[in-house]
């Protein structure tokens, strides 16, 4: 019996084992290098090995590994400054959690909260996670995945980019607005700032709570801090998490003073959001972000991409930065498992045509070079 045999069985997987991993690099088992493309589902931003988060997280371990909320920890503050700091001026609180499900989860009750009405509105091909909140405002999990009886609350769509439907959709009676700017799962589909303004816009007229799911283009993805500003649209919420600790479980929750004013004391909990270690990584990441120049290069290297690989089977692009769609003349996972052959691990996604990207931000001219000569032979 394999240790394998005891996991359960819901994950498809690739058809190689990690056992090591270096910058942007993945060693297997059968000894080969395998060049990541994919992130860890956009999670290793900073690549593997990388000095400094490895240091923090050894010295916080070293220091101490755990307090509760009910224990003031210098590193949490920190960490919370240091979030706000990057994220801007318009955000003056920070909500730390274990995910990007429960940053949704709580953004959601926020909106409920704060507004007191019973309806959301979501955009088609979402993917916010499979909580009971966020879950609901997945595109298709009713179909899928979604085994909860019913929805908690009433919710609508909107096409992607139909600015012509927000007006019908969202309403007095919307308590929230929720949106990827830059759908992941979706296909690294790109909402662009013309629907992400009228979304403002119509959310101003109404009263009704804008929040940006930034679980996947958030903390520097698109070569801003966030698409937020990537768009220059502010809402008043933001969620994210996945790059946000390199590979350290956490997630976090941006809000406005309209929103941090609305909170009361217990009024959100979780027992390990904000432990000392995802709070080490995430100060980390943040760190090595701007003291390395990593928007810069996210930004270089993203239009590099964009204007050296259509090529082969690749007839154009979609996304922003490093959350990136290669739209193929050919299905993405017949492309995957070729790549994958030359040793270039890519992502797929819930459109069947798109190859999605989302590298580590150390990523350079030379490895897309890689993956373009890779892409011209199939």
């Known amino acids: 019996m394999s240790p394998a ?11 190689i084992e990690v056992v090591d991993a270096e910058g942007v690099w993945l060693h297997t088992r059968d000894g080969r290098r395998v060049l990541d493309l994919y992130g860890g589902h956009a999670v290793a931003a900073l690549g593997y090995k990388h000095p400094g988060w490895t240091s923090a997280l050894t010295r916080q371990a070293n220091a101490c590994s755990f307090q509760s909320n009910a224990v003031p920890m210098d590193v949490r503050v920190r960490a919370a400054t240091r979030l706000a700091r ?14 990007g499900a429960e940053a949704n989860e709580n953004a959601l009750r926020m909106a409920f909260k704060m507004t007191r009405r019973s309806k959301v509105i979501a955009i088609e091909g979402a993917f916010h996670g499979r909580t009971a909140a966020a879950g609901a405002v997945t595109w298709g999990a009713d179909k899928k995945w979604y085994e909860f009886p019913r929805p908690p609350f009433d919710i609508g769509w909107i096409p992607r980019r139909d600015v012509s439907a927000i007006a019908s959709q969202v309403d007095s009676e919307t308590a929230a607005v929720i949106v990827e700017p830059v759908q992941g799962v979706g296909g690294a589909f790109d909402m662009g700032r013309e629907f992400l303004a009228a979304l403002r816009a119509r959310c101003n007229e109404t009263g009704t709570v804008l929040i940006f799911d930034e679980v996947q283009i ?39 003073p309209r929103v941090t004013d609305a909170l009361k004391l217990e009024g959100l909990g979780t027992t390990f959001g904000g432990g000392p270690m995802a709070c080490a990584a995430i100060e980390a990441v943040i760190e090595a972000i701007e003291d390395e120049k990593l928007l810069e290069n996210v930004r270089r290297v993203a239009k590099y991409l964009r204007d050296t690989c259509t090529v082969g089977p690749v007839t154009g692009h979609q996304g922003a930065g490093f959350l990136h769609g290669l739209i193929c003349s050919r299905p993405a996972k017949d492309i995957q498992k070729t790549l994958l052959e030359r040793n270039i691990l890519v992502g797929t996604s819930g ?21 373009r000569e890779a892409l011209l032979d199939l």
């Open 5 to 15: 045999d005891h996991l359960a069985p819901v994950f498809a997987q690739y058809p």
């Open 86 to 99: 990057f994220a801007g001026d318009h955000f003056d609180s920070i909500f730390f959690v274990n995910s």
């Open 218 to 256: 958030g903390v520097g993805r698109s070569g801003q801090p966030f698409a937020a500003q990537f768009y220059d649209v502010m809402p008043d919420m933001i969620t994210t998490a996945k790059a946000l600790g390199n590979g350290f479980p956490c997630g976090a929750l941006l809000m406005t």
């Open 351 to 371: 459109d069947p045509n798109v190859v999605r990207l989302l590298p580590p931000y150390i990523l350079q001219e030379k490895h897309v070079d890689l993956l």
